[in-house]
Each structure stands twice: as structure tokens, then as C-alpha cells.
């Protein structure tokens, strides 16, 4: 039983590039989240899926756009990356509702220079 | 969503007892409280979740006072492995709300 398994761990891409980054869960979750952490800060919410077929904004979401064609796997596609958006980025995914717990992956690390 | 406050750091020693506390003044009748855990380089991992009045694990305790304005992470004879960034969340469990989390609290363990 993997978890939430993000792929890659760790990227470098230059201004302008695009990349997508993948998270699949094993656990049958219907909820799934991309977050962005900056250095010393908090998580932040960019977007949120609550079934295959469904996403929606969270609170940081320009820049960024998903996809949740199968209910274990959320992408996280950046269409033309910016030194704004270095930072790391965590999935993670939950039974249904927020009173559920969130399980979350071992991020990846994401360069833009 | 309510907004919770949290302290920035707290320092402790091992093998004591440490409670932090996260107000959030504005919760709603159907918000839950949940508290995460981060060590550097890894995602956050659930501790504890609560509703009301008192909820203990294998891991910690949480205690919500009757006006649920606040709650405290009690965390019993901590270890320098404890040290570690917690994270309060107030949330309720409609679907598509969304979680927020603040800055947490930098818990530094020493021996």
C-alpha cells in the first residue's frame, strides 16, 4: 500500500517551460488537493478535485491548471512556468468531506529559474 | 472559513508536556478542528481531529472548551523527535469547502 506517490520528487525548468506533475493514490479517496509550500511558510491550496471528472479553485490557483480523469491519479500542469512558482508541491487526498483525514505525499521540488 | 491563530514557535524539553493553542474566534456550528504535523522535507500528517469537549489518541490529546472558540494540542512528554511544525485547521465537512493552512507553530524540542 503506497499511499499518495508523487512524481518527479525534484525538477528544474526554465522560465517559459511547461511540465505536468502527477499524484496517484491507492486508497480509493474521493477528495484530492495540490498545495504549494513557500520556504517558512504554511500550506496553500491551488486546487481541489471531490470526484473523477470534478475540479475546482482553491485559493492560489492562477497559473496552474488540473485534471482528474481517473479517480486515483490529479495532475498539476503548469502551462508556462515562473521563477514565481518555484516552491514545493504537496498532493494529497481524503475520503469525502474535510472532517476526513487529509494523507499527503512526499512533495515535489520544483525550480524555475 | 474561520481564521485560526496559532503561536509562531514554542520551545520545550524533552520529556515534557506541551500544549498549544489555536484560536478561532468565528467557528461555525459545523466546522471541525483537526491538527497536522510537518517535518522538514515531508508532507503534513493528521494527529488529531475533534468536534468537542475532549478527544485523546495514542498520540496526543485535544481539548475544546465548550464555546469552541479554541482548542489545545496537548502533547505528553515530548521527545526531540517531536520537533516539528503543528498545524491547526477549522473546517466544516461540506463537500467542496476547502482547508486553509495558517503559518502552524515551529515546536522546537531540546534536550
Known amino acids: 500500500n503506497a499511499g499518495v506517490t508523487q512524481t518527479p520528487k525534484f525538477r528544474v525548468l526554465k522560465t517559459g517551460q511547461s511540465m505536468t506533475l502527477l499524484c496517484a493514490q491507492d486508497?480509493?479517496?474521493?477528495?484530492m488537493y495540490w498545495y504549494r509550500q513557500d520556504p517558512g511558510m504554511g500550506l496553500r491550496l491551488i486546487h481541489y478535485s471531490v470526484g473523477e471528472g470534478t475540479t475546482a479553485k482553491g485559493e492560489v490557483p492562477d497559473g496552474y491548471n488540473v485534471s482528474r480523469l481517473k479517480k486515483q491519479n490529479f495532475l498539476l500542469g503548469l502551462e508556462s512556468a515562473a521563477p514565481s512558482q518555484t516552491s514545493v508541491y504537496f498532493c494529497a487526498s481524503s475520503y469525502a468531506g474535510n472532517d476526513q483525514p487529509q494523507h499527503f505525499g512526499d512533495g515535489t521540488r520544483l525550480s524555475i529559474l | 472559513l474561520a481564521k485560526t491563530t496559532q503561536p509562531i514557535s514554542m520551545d520545550s524539553y524533552e520529556g515534557q508536556e506541551v500544549n498549544i493553542t489555536c484560536s478561532h474566534n468565528?467557528?461555525?456550528?459545523?466546522?471541525?478542528i483537526t491538527w497536522y504535523q510537518q517535518f522538514p522535507s515531508q508532507g503534513p500528517r493528521f494527529i488529531i481531529q475533534g468536534y468537542k469537549t475532549k478527544v485523546t489518541n495514542e498520540v496526543a490529546s485535544l481539548f475544546i472548551p465548550a464555546d469552541r472558540k479554541s482548542s489545545t494540542l496537548s502533547l505528553p512528554r515530548v521527545s526531540l523527535s517531536d520537533t516539528a511544525v503543528y498545524y491547526c485547521?477549522?473546517?466544516?465537512?461540506?463537500?467542496?469547502?476547502?482547508?486553509?493552512f495558517g503559518g502552524g507553530t515551529r515546536l522546537m524540542v531540546k534536550p
Open positions: 486508497m480509493n479517496h474521493e477528495y
Open positions: 485547521l477549522v473546517a466544516p465537512n461540506n463537500a467542496g469547502n476547502m482547508l486553509t
Open positions: 468565528n467557528i461555525a456550528t459545523n466546522d471541525y
